[in-house]
């Protein structure tokens, strides 16, 4: 069974940092992606990385937000830096599998006030 669980959301002001956490269990990833969904709109997908290293960024948090892994872990993380309160939203992973199937995570709440 596969399971795909996020976690190290939370609350804080602007400017703070947090770093969260995606960790697949039952299958090896080929590629780990970050959407992130504000209420009342869609999920937007913004970073992502694969398991032989290449990275992708969305202009839209580039410069503040990082993506890595540890693949031996099966995790990936985004640390994310210079917090703005529009970044506020439920953040979800989204892995690949080697099979090619796609798994969600149960998401993570990140609220950022001024």
């Known amino acids: 069974q596969v399971q795909v669980v996020e976690s190290g959301g939370g609350s804080v002001q602007a400017g703070g940092s947090l770093r969260l956490s995606c960790a697949a269990s039952?299958?090896?990833?080929?590629?780990m992606s970050w959407f992130r969904q504000a209420p009342g709109k869609e999920r937007v997908f913004f970073s992502s990385?694969?398991?032989?290293?290449?990275?992708f960024v969305a202009d839209s948090v580039k410069g503040r937000f990082t993506i890595s892994q540890d693949t031996a872990k099966n995790t990936a993380y985004l640390q994310m830096n210079s917090l703005k309160p529009e970044d506020t939203a439920m953040y979800y992973c989204k892995i690949t599998c080697q099979s090619l199937q796609a798994y969600w995570g149960q998401g993570t709440q990140v609220t950022v006030s001024s």
């Open positions: 039952g299958c090896t990833y080929n590629r």
């Open positions: 990385i694969v398991r032989e290293g290449s990275t």
